[in-house]
């Protein structure tokens, strides 16, 4: 049994973005190029392996030509 809680499931603004860069057919690198962000902080976001702060979610967004839109239930 493992000390370290399992990984987060990938949210759906992750996926979302994971599937436009894969349907652009863009890398982490042309995204990172693009926002300005670390080619690692790209992957790792897009892979689900972390839980990219917000400024990432935009920034990567903005990259793929989308945006990132909070509204009222």
Do not use: C, F, N
Not at 19 to 28: H, M, S, V, Y
Not at 50 to 66: K, Q, R
């Amino acid at each position: 049994m493992s000390k370290y809680p399992p990984p987060a499931t990938p949210s759906s603004v992750i996926v979302a973005l994971a599937r436009e860069a894969k349907r652009l057919g863009l890398t982490a690198y042309a995204i990172a190029k693009t926002s300005e962000l670390p080619v690692s902080t790209v992957q790792r976001a897009l892979d689900g392996l972390t839980s990219p702060t917000l400024v990432t979610v935009e920034a990567v967004a903005d990259a793929l030509g989308m945006e990132i839109k909070v509204q009222r239930r």
